[in-house]
């Protein structure tokens, strides 16, 4: 959403200027001869001074100036010399023979004049672009989620984090699709796309290969995404399109007022299941591993330290990055994930994976180790078991990624958030480019024209 304004071009001269209606050639009259000096107005009457508020001199003596309201009476000038009109708007003439010239008044500018344009940066005073900040990605409109949502969290951290990745505002846009998430793009200032339910990764994957240069995200929900968006989703990860897609898992329909949603609970009763839902839900995470995304990650909106660093994790690698963000929706849902996100329960309920580290949770007093392909949780205070005996993680291994992920239905483990898996492969846009550039480069450009009547026509006549 974009931001560009243009001075108007039609803006009225200043007072003491050529008009249109000024004949070409006729100069205004010089002052008056010299060592003459005009006389004052009428005792008590005083002209309107010019806009720089300097006072000029009075017209010659018996003249009164027009005033607001006149009858459009001009100073006199030299004899033969046609006056020039004022503008439309005019009310007060010019300065009378001899008077100083009044500076030139500024065009009026647009309706937010002195407000710093939204794009690009103001320079600074070198000639280099100012550091961008938080503010230059916040827009001009008023933010409509539910005061509490989740949603402002994750907003903030975005905003944020966007000053630091480099990327200018006009190479960026967010994308979404349909509920309370994809209103996301109109608060970023940015561009941005807000398209149709579940349609989001389509239309992402057209910009991205047509204009591959372009920094895209696509903002999501669970509904978005896994229900009606499902197909276009596991294809956008198969092809490994370099995006990043952030999915707001709420476990609910908040936009239309609280139906269950693809990842709701077993037993859920919502409106729309007014007896408890019997769908078993999604996993997201298990879904983005199945689809073969090479960038998986979870996280919540209640921890924006961790929050920014999975965004700024996906935003580094080069792929689609999908990460899941536990978010909460206060009116129809309220504490669907208060276990893992609040801080009387958050220790003992997650484990935060890294890189080449042991899993370790509830403050180093519990640890997970694999037995077989399933991970178990020991205890690490008693004395049997240390760190040591805790599986180290590689988030390289697409076997390890899936064992973690699984933990998702057991009670007696803690739920995963980090990154699972992340893999460089060839992305989609790369691949096309290199297509595109290969064929050219053996057979030229081709002709549409020429292509449209190649082979076998028929002409139909009646």
């Given at each position: ?295 998986v990650a979870r996280t919540m909106d209640r921890d924006p330290k961790h929050l920014q660093q999975m965004i700024r994790r996906g935003h580094q690698h080069r792929g689609s990055a999908f990460i899941e963000i536990y978010q909460n929706c206060n009116i129809f849902n309220d504490g669907a994930f208060f276990r893992f996100t609040e801080k009387d ?91 595109i550039d290969g064929i050219t480069e053996k057979r030229g450009r081709g002709d549409i024209a020429a292509l449209l009547n190649a082979g076998d026509t028929w002409d139909i006549t009646e």
């Amino acid at each position: 959403m974009s931001e560009s304004r243009e001075q108007s071009q039609n803006s009225p001269e200043p007072d003491g200027h050529r008009t249109s209606d000024e004949p070409a050639g006729v100069r205004k009259p010089a002052g008056p001869p010299s060592g003459k000096k005009p006389s004052g107005p009428p005792a008590g009457k005083k002209p309107a001074g010019p806009p720089t508020g300097k006072k000029p001199a009075g017209p010659p003596a018996g003249k009164k100036p027009a005033g607001p309201g006149s009858t459009g009476q001009q100073p006199a000038g030299a004899p033969g010399a046609r006056k020039p009109a004022g503008p439309p708007t005019a009310s007060r003439p010019a300065g009378p023979p001899g008077a100083a010239k009044p500076a030139a008044a500024r065009p009026a500018g647009p309706p937010s004049a002195g407000k710093k344009p939204a794009m690009p940066s103001d320079p600074g005073g070198d000639g280099a672009p100012s550091p961008l900040t938080r503010k230059d990605f916040s827009s001009d409109q008023d933010v409509r989620w539910c005061p509490g949502c989740g949603d402002y969290a994750i907003l903030a951290s975005v905003q944020r984090l966007m000053p630091e990745l480099g990327i200018p505002k006009e190479n960026s846009v967010f994308i979404s699709g349909i509920g309370c998430s994809s209103r996301f793009p109109y608060y970023m200032n940015t561009y941005g796309l807000h398209s149709i339910h579940g349609r989001a990764p389509a239309l992402a994957t057209g910009l991205k290969a047509s204009r591959p240069e372009l920094d895209v995200w696509i903002i999501t929900g669970d509904g978005d995404a896994l229900s009606i968006g499902g197909n276009h989703l596991i294809h956008l990860m198969r092809r490994n399109v370099n995006v990043q897609l952030l999915l707001f898992n709420n476990q609910i329909y908040g936009l239309t007022k609280g139906q269950y949603s693809p990842t709701s609970e077993l037993g859920k009763v919502t409106k729309s299941t007014p007896y408890g839902s019997i769908d078993h839900p999604f996993n997201p995470v298990t879904l983005a591993l199945g689809a073969d995304a090479t960038f998986v990650a979870r996280t919540m909106d209640r921890d924006p330290k961790h929050l920014q660093q999975m965004i700024r994790r996906g935003h580094q690698h080069r792929g689609s990055a999908f990460i899941e963000i536990y978010q909460n929706c206060n009116i129809f849902n309220d504490g669907a994930f208060f276990r893992f996100t609040e801080k009387d329960s958050k220790a003992k309920s997650t484990v935060f994976i890294e890189h080449e580290k042991p899993l370790v949770y509830d403050g180093g007093r519990r640890g997970l180790r694999l037995d077989g392909f399933r991970l178990e949780s020991i205890d690490l205070a008693n004395g049997r078991w240390s760190a040591d005996d805790c599986l180290v993680y590689d988030e390289t291994s697409v076997e390890l990624a899936h064992i973690a992920a699984r933990m998702f239905w057991q009670d007696d483990l803690p739920r995963p958030f980090g990154v699972f898996y992340s893999n460089e492969r060839a992305t989609y846009d790369d691949l096309l480019k290199t297509q595109i550039d290969g064929i050219t480069e053996k057979r030229g450009r081709g002709d549409i024209a020429a292509l449209l009547n190649a082979g076998d026509t028929w002409d139909i006549t009646e």
